[in-house]
């Protein structure tokens, strides 16, 4: 793929992350998994030309009960807990960057 196909490609994912809700990520501040959860969100989307900034919304559970009680309906009471588009990645799925990749693979062509 040349540079100006990727250019095009890369513009057309942005548009479409744009519009739709944003990826949430669970995270409390003991939690050791959720700095590599976070890491692994920040660089699929670099490779995709998208910003985590932008697109992702952290929800601390340790200073938000919105937050908790969100994860507990989610049927989960650990994090992190990535939430993207229909997708949920619990705990260790959310430390596979694979699962990772194909979720915002499928969100984005949703």
Do not use: H
Request: with cysteine; aromatic share 6%.
């Amino acid at each position: 793929m040349s540079g100006r196909e990727q250019e095009v490609f890369g513009s057309t994912q942005k548009e479409k992350a744009d519009k739709k809700a944003k990826i949430r990520l669970y995270k409390s501040s003991s939690c050791t998994r959720c700095p590599i959860a976070k890491f692994i969100l920040q660089r699929v989307l670099s490779s995709k030309g998208l910003s985590y900034s932008e697109l992702v919304e952290e929800k601390d559970v340790d200073k938000d009960r919105d937050a908790m009680a969100e994860l507990l309906m989610y049927n989960a009471i650990n994090t992190p807990l990535v939430l993207i588009g229909e997708k949920i990645l619990r705990e260790e799925e959310a430390l596979k960057e694979k699962l990772v990749r194909e979720a915002i693979e499928e969100w984005l062509s949703s």
